[in-house]
Nanobody
Framework: QVRLVESGGGLVQPGGSLRLSCAASGRSFRTYTVAWFRQAPGQEREFVSAIRRYGGGSYYRDSVKGRFTISRENAENTVTLQMNSVTPEDTGVYYC???????????????????WGQGTQVTVSS
């Protein structure tokens, strides 16, 4: 098991930037595929981005491609999500999730992730 703690959420104006961090404790992050999911009010939780273990690549939902960047710093046991050019549609609670041995086809499936953080609120509003 790994414990996950998100940080970096807040209020940002449309077109602005925000950087979310997911810090892991308990075990090394390098053996995990790590993802970000988000949930807007009244909506189901949805996949945002993921970075696979051992340099297996990064993945994004179409609406954030070119605006969001996921990266991992194994030495610091953290994964970050750089959010640029945000829009009100990016508003929601952002959750960090991690899992081991996630097959490629399940990278975007929240059911594949066994470890979850508490979430951090992101609000995009003028």
């Amino acid at each position: 098991q790994v414990r996950l703690v998100e940080s970096g959420g807040g209020l940002v104006q449309p077109g602005g930037s925000l950087r979310l961090s997911c810090a892991a404790s308990g075990r090394s992050f390098r053996t995990y595929t790590v993802a970000w999911f988000r949930q807007a009010p009244g909506q189901e939780r949805e996949f945002v981005s993921a970075i696979r273990r051992y340099g297996g690549g990064s993945y994004y939902r179409d609406s954030v491609k070119g605006r969001f960047t996921i990266s991992r710093e194994n030495a610091e046991n953290t994964v970050t999500l750089q959010m640029n050019s945000v829009t009100p549609e990016d508003t929601g609670v952002y959750y960090c999730a991690a899992g081991e041995s996630i097959i490629l086809s399940s990278t975007r499936d929240e059911r594949a992730y066994a470890n979850w953080g508490q979430g951090t609120q992101v609000t995009v509003s003028s």
